[in-house]
């Protein structure tokens, strides 16, 4: 079973910089498809990036400019850098896993992040 272990979520004020880290252990598919998910207080958990195992990746319209997804080159590990942030995008952020070409998802448990003054 793969498990996933997120970190890096806190409080931050607005304009500020947080990275969170999502390491994978147990894998041993050799390409995957990683995500970040966020859920605010009273509403569904939304997509906010992909770093697909073909190298692609997408970003909802909100965050463009502002994260940056990657991982290393082993592929046990993904990172979402926040830049700019704002107090909208107060959330519980989750790492998804994705084995190519498989119809397994892996969720971390949730790191809290906190845009406030």
């Known amino acids: 079973q793969i498990n996933l272990v997120e970190s890096g979520g806190g409080l931050v004020q607005p304009g500020g910089s947080l990275r969170l880290s999502c390491e994978a252990y147990?894998?041993?598919?050799?390409?995957?498809?990683w995500g970040w998910y966020r859920q605010a207080p009273g509403k569904e958990r939304e997509f906010v990036a992909h770093?697909?195992?073909?190298?692609?990746?997408n970003y909802e319209n909100s965050v463009k400019g502002r994260f940056a997804i990657s991982s290393d080159n082993v592929k046990t590990r993904v990172y979402l850098q926040m830049n700019s942030l704002k107090p909208e995008d107060t959330a519980v952020y989750y790492c998804?896993?994705?084995?190519?070409?498989?119809?397994?998802?892996?969720w971390g448990q949730g790191t809290q992040v906190t845009v406030s003054s």
């Open positions: 770093l697909n195992s073909d190298g692609s990746i």
């Open positions: 147990k894998n041993n598919f050799a390409a995957v498809n």
């Open positions: 998804m896993l994705n084995p190519r070409d498989r119809s397994n998802y892996y």
